[in-house]
């Protein structure tokens, strides 16, 4: 007989006669005539309650049960006299799939994030680890569904490329040389002798091929991990990490921008949907605000607001910033948290940046000063998306690889694009990291990843 869920146990509307379900043990105690156990398989944040009785044949062992340990459980559903729960099981036979050692880690007690990451095999075992995979499975599948639903193409970009998209040089570079013996050649390593042929590197974007797709196919999206090799200990960065990536054709800034706004929002409004369980969790023990910030980022439009106009209110906001506030700064964490939530209280997209601050890639606007990029600044995370229009004229195009030092031999392909039938297109990158932050209130990128690559962390 397959096994049930826990969740799908816990929501029947009427007792099933013979049910299995196998998971692991949260608790266990003993009653005088009976034992009881807490089951949880993962698939749910409550546990399903087993009562096992002396007339088993292997009730000894069964008390024996210790926290972790795995088990398979075969009964009868019955109502529960307990509060929280509809039905529990009354078991007919209970398999000891393995007992687990004493020292098990995930004792019934409060742990320390720092903890956790330690055991980052073992963390999704509690109660918020598991919340957060769970809502990050919802909001995963939360993506492909909104772009499929509005005819995008999912586009599956390289991890290996021989470009920096962004032209910050944070790459972390592949090569099949022997690091031993490396080849050279006038003092320098060669790289015709690598497998490529020349330098490879994990890709940081998958925009630039993107684009390409989307002057195919009209709108695509891509959704993979991307790498960055900034040597960052912040709780906002990690070596690797999850982006989304959509990009249109025959689409200008402003259109741009409503798309991103109109993602953010089904995203929230489809994890308060499919993980009202979880969501209260979070609610309950991490963020006491998090349901009403989420309201609000459902109910009022987003605010546009000029990059320039941006700056204007930070110098006369009188806060003391650590980072000075003028035409040309890029925008820190402070300033955008300021402006979402102390100015606006609410989500605000900035746009229309400096030339100087921003990749070769985005649309010079008429000013020649600034370019057609749009940020998504959210309260307590701060940016959580970064977008533009693109550089659809040639000759500008070259102009800004030129003035920003990026190679146009390297991106021939991407400059071709603009000579066969260029059209005005856009797209928009999203962390989807921070959207997990954004939704849970938890604060620590290590924390919506199961894995987390940060410095000096790949033990997992």
């Not at 036979?93 to 393995?98: E, F, N, S, Y």
Request: hydrophobic share 40%.
């Amino acid at each position: 007989m397959m096994p049930s869920s826990v969740k799908t146990l816990l929501a029947a509307e009427t007792a099933l006669k013979t049910v299995c379900i196998s998971g692991w043990v949260r608790t266990r105690r003993d009653a005088k005539a009976f034992s009881f156990i807490e089951i949880n398989d993962g698939s749910c944040l409550a546990n399903l309650q087993v009562i096992a009785d002396p007339e088993l044949e292997n009730y000894e062992q069964i008390r024996k049960l210790t926290t972790g340990s795995s088990v398979s459980v075969t009964g009868a559903m019955q109502e529960s006299p307990g509060k929280g729960q509809k039905w529990e099981i009354l078991a007919t036979a209970v398999t000891l799939i393995q007992t687990a050692p004493e020292e098990y880690p995930l004792q019934k007690k409060r742990h320390t994030d720092e903890f956790l990451r330690t055991i980052s095999h073992l963390r999704p075992r509690t109660n918020k680890y598991g919340a957060a995979f769970r809502i990050r499975s919802t909001l995963s599948y939360g993506v492909h569904r909104f772009f499929q639903e509005r005819g995008f193409f999912h586009v599956h970009t390289p991890i290996l490329t021989g470009s920096d998209c962004e032209g910050a040089g944070e790459l972390f570079q592949v090569t099949a040389l022997n690091l031993d013996q490396v080849p050279q050649k006038d003092g320098k390593t060669d790289y015709t002798a690598d497998f490529f042929g020349k330098p490879a590197n994990l890709t940081v974007s998958g925009q630039l091929e993107a684009e390409a797709a989307a002057l195919a196919l009209g709108n695509v999206y891509t959704f993979g991990p991307t790498f960055r090799a900034e040597n960052s200990n912040t709780r906002r960065h990690a070596a690797e990490f999850w982006m989304v990536e959509p990009e249109m054709a025959f689409c200008d800034l402003f259109q741009n921008m409503a798309m991103a706004e109109t993602f953010i929002k089904f995203l929230i409004g489809d994890a308060l949907k499919n993980c009202a369980d979880d969501l209260n969790l979070f609610a309950k023990f991490v963020d006491k605000r998090l349901m009403q910030e989420l309201d609000v980022i459902l109910s009022k439009p987003f605010v546009r607001l000029p990059y320039e106009d941006a700056v204007t209110i930070l110098k006369q906001s009188g806060r003391n910033f650590s980072y000075d506030v003028f035409f040309g700064a890029d925008l820190q964490t402070e300033h955008e948290r300021f402006l979402a939530e102390d100015h606006f209280k609410q989500p605000v997209i900035v746009y229309n940046y400096p030339k100087s601050i921003k990749p070769f890639y985005m649309r010079v606007n008429d000013d020649d000063r600034t370019v057609a990029a749009m940020d998504v600044i959210v309260p307590r995370i701060g940016e959580i998306i970064g977008g533009s229009q693109r550089e659809e004229r040639p000759t500008v195009l070259d102009a800004r690889m030129k003035e920003t030092r990026v190679s146009a031999a390297d991106l021939w392909w991407y400059r071709d694009l603009r000579r066969y039938g260029s059209v005005v297109h856009s797209g928009f990158g999203l962390g989807f990291e921070r959207l997990i932050m954004l939704v849970t209130g938890i604060t620590n990128i290590r924390d919506v990843i199961p894995f987390p690559r940060t410095p000096g962390a790949i033990d997992f």
